[in-house]
């Protein structure tokens, strides 16, 4: 009987040294699982990076106009209203078609084409005064405007020689007409004209704006 309990005892060890060894080792393994990072950690950590490397200072957080955006969007409209009206008044060889039917579609249309300036308004509040130097600006419109614009232009001349609307000495010759009016005569594009002179204009004014009183500016929209 005591070899018995003897061998008992020694088996009961065993498992509770067993019992403790694998105890042990799940503490380890959970101690390194707590050390080790998480997907979580990791993207903190680089958020955490990139905003200690950003300086907030430079930040251009940007103003949203609700009413600016719904002047944009009776713009773009009445655009619309523009050239569909056209259909009523010119026929498919471009000539004005004279007669009285007429007088309703002109006076919408006549209504109608403030959608152009009303851009330019939109353009001239929120560049003017400019905020930056005339090197960032022009950098800015270069890029975004001027590059894209003669490039659509190159572009137009390529597709109307392939279409034999002149030979390829024309088509060489439209090239330096871009900088002057190649523009109006693909038809839309001569909006661009526009609103690169509204561009050039802004260093020129902004100066005065930024010194003038507001009386100033109420009796030039009255009289000017």
Known sequence: MKEENLINNKDEEKEKEKE??????????????????TMKTLDE???????????????????????????????CFLVVLTHAGELYYIDPNGDLIRNK?????????????VCVPLFVIISGYLLL?????????????????????????????IYFFARKFFDYK????NIPLIFINYG?????????YMIIGVYLFMPIIT????????????IILQFG
């Open 45 to 75: 950590n680089i958020v955490k990076e990139i905003v200690a490397d950003v300086d907030i200072s430079k930040i251009e957080i940007k103003k949203r106009y609700f009413g600016i955006d719904l002047i944009r969007v009776l713009a």
């Open 129 to 157: 005064p400019m905020k930056s130097d005339y090197k960032t600006f022009f950098k800015k419109r270069m890029t975004r405007i001027v590059f894209p614009f003669v490039i659509f232009c190159v572009l137009y001349d």
């Open 101 to 113: 039917k007429n007088v309703y579609p002109g006076i919408f249309n006549s209504i109608s084409r």
């Open 184 to 192: 109006t005569q693909i038809g839309h594009l001569w909006f661009m």
């Open 170 to 173: 024309q088509m060489f010759l």
């Open 20 to 37: 403790d060894k694998e105890k042990e080792e799940k503490e380890i393994n959970t101690e390194n699982n707590d050390k080790r990072p």
């Open 207 to 218: 100066p005065w704006i930024e010194k003038a009183e507001k009386d100033i500016f109420i």
